[in-house]
């Protein structure tokens, strides 16, 4: 069984991050007036800013995908080694862009809010009574505090994450590089499941402002998973007491 899950989930995150690249294209080949009210918000208040930041972001989550291809690292190293800085370079660019964004998410998160109570989902079997909201509710920027600093933590973890794999890979001390690539990664992820978070969030929750704020918090669960594969295969390669008997 476990055969057959490994080419599953890898399958799974190829096609969620190439489509959650994909869909950012969209900033740079539609006009303003085909995006969603909020979007269009973002690109009046922080026009260059916001493009800088998504440009950065769809090279990082394509590219690094690369980096994980084992039979790509060891038959072109140089080719790993480049596409490896193109990548911290992008993600470098893009989370110091969030950084000074940061401070606008919760006027993002409440209009994003606000634009979702005009959206019927009714053919889900979902009322706005059920989620939490009604066709007139309104949302302010104060009520999303921890969205900012779910959204500037993750900046600097990305950040971080990302200058220790740079460190690691210069000392060669490679396993560890790999590590903190992956714990990288894992943050730049985050462009993908937060925006599958956001509807399972608000189900469970039945409060917007709660719901937003967890799928802010949601790049946690990614770090998670990823410390545990870290460790578990870290765990794997200590020789048991088992391997030294006769």
Avoid: K
Avoid at 102 to 121: K, M
Wanted: net charge positive.
């Amino acid at each position: 069984m476990r055969s057959y899950l490994r080419p599953a989930r890898i399958a799974a995150i190829w096609l969620l991050a190439l489509g959650t690249a994909l869909a950012s294209v969209r900033y740079f080949l539609m006009p303003a007036r085909w995006l969603l009210p909020n979007e269009t918000l973002l690109l009046l208040r922080h026009h260059t800013w916001i493009l800088v930041h998504i440009a950065g972001g769809i090279v990082a989550i394509t590219l690094g995908l690369f980096q994980f291809v084992g039979g790509l690292r060891d038959a072109y190293p140089r080719l790993h080694r480049a596409v490896g800085y193109v990548y911290l370079s992008a993600v470098f660019v893009a989370g110091c862009v969030a950084l000074g964004l940061s401070s606008d998410t919760p006027v993002f998160a409440a209009d994003g809010l606000t634009d979702l109570t005009s959206i019927d989902l009714s053919f889900l079997g979902l009322s706005p009574a059920l989620l939490g909201y009604s066709a007139t509710s309104r949302f302010s920027a104060n009520q999303f505090f921890l969205v900012r600093v779910g959204f500037t933590t993750l900046a600097v973890a990305w950040l971080l994450t990302g200058a220790m794999a740079f460190v690691r890979a210069r000392q060669r001390r490679f396993n560890e590089h790999r590590a903190w690539m992956m714990r990288n990664y894992s943050l730049t992820f985050a462009a993908a499941t937060v925006r599958l978070a956001g509807l399972p969030f608000l189900i469970l929750t039945r409060d917007p402002v709660a719901a937003i704020t967890c799928t802010f918090w949601s790049w946690i669960l990614n770090l998670m998973v990823v410390e545990w594969m870290i460790r578990r295969r870290s765990y794997q390669t200590v020789p048991q007491w088992g391997a030294f008997r006769n």
